[in-house]
Nanobody
Framework: QVQLVESGGGLVQPGGSLRLSCVAS????????MGWYRQAPGTQRDLVAR???????RYADSVLGRFTISRDSAKNTVYLQMNSLKPEDAAVYYC??????????????WGQGTQVTVSS
């Protein structure tokens, strides 16, 4: 069993910053990639940023230059530093991991989500 737990969401004013964290725990053998997705009401869940085990990163065009994804492999943790936040960044942010368990299963796992609200 693998669990992903996010933290760091909250209310911030436009132009402000937040840092999200996601810790993966459980029967983990290896983590191939981790990333962040977001979903606003009435919309689909979209990629925000993703990082692979080799350090390659990918960002949504809308967050380039404002958001930075980083990973601490020793702690099975991925971070999302969000700067210059805009009202349109408001959403539930979900952590995702492509993880191999100790039993050999390789699959995608999701966290429960953390709310980010950007409002004055």
């Amino acid at each position: 069993q693998v669990q992903l737990v996010e933290s760091g969401g909250g209310l911030v004013q436009p132009g402000g910053s937040l840092r999200l964290s996601c810790v993966a725990s459980g029967s983990i053998s290896s983590i191939y990639s981790m990333g962040w997705y977001r979903q606003a009401p009435g919309t689909q869940r979209d990629l925000v940023a993703r990082t692979s085990s080799s350090g390659d990163t990918r960002y949504a065009d809308s967050v380039l230059g404002r958001f930075t994804i980083s990973r601490d492999s020793a702690k099975n943790t991925v971070y999302l530093q969000m700067n210059s936040l805009k009202p349109e960044d408001a959403a539930v942010y979900y952590c995702n991991g492509f993880i191999k368990t100790t039993s050999g299963t390789l699959r995608s796992y999701w966290g429960q989500g953390t709310q980010v609200t950007v409002s004055s």
